[in-house]
């Protein structure tokens, strides 16, 4: 499956791998958010280090993407780390920061996973 995701200690990760619409993203957004595996306080690692989808999306579908992730955001600490691959992702994915930001969600990029985790798991 294109988008798939895990539960790793307190971190929901969630993969975007190949091609997937957006329909998929919030699909299995939805399926991780009630599965009852959910650890209590998760933080969401949105990974499309794999991802060759992401560069044919236009500015609207970042900008609802984000919306969509901004109003479940409480659910997840209001926090989202999105790890990137190459500089097209990591462009793309700063919009979506910044569309994410106006929701009330605080999101950020990395190239490295590491880093990522630990800036999720050292907030509030």
């Not at 990760?13 to 957004?29: A, K, Q, T």
């Not at 989202?80 to 097209?88: I, K």
Request: glycine share 8%; hydrophobic share 45%; net charge neutral.
């Amino acid at each position: 499956m294109p988008v798939c995701y895990t539960f790793e200690d307190r971190v929901l990760h969630l993969r975007m791998i190949g091609d997937y619409v957006p329909g998929e993203i919030r699909e299995r957004v939805l399926a991780a958010l009630g599965d009852s595996n959910l650890p209590a306080g998760v933080r969401f690692l949105f990974d499309v280090s794999q991802s060759s989808a992401l560069g044919t999306r236009t500015p609207e579908d970042l900008r609802a993407m984000a919306a969509f992730l901004a109003r479940l955001a409480p659910k997840f600490g209001n926090r989202l780390a999105m790890l990137v691959s190459n500089p097209l992702q990591y462009g793309l994915l700063r919009i979506g920061e910044a569309y994410s930001e106006q929701g009330g969600m605080v999101a950020r990029v990395f190239y490295n996973e590491r880093e990522a985790l630990e800036w999720l798991l050292s907030g509030p």
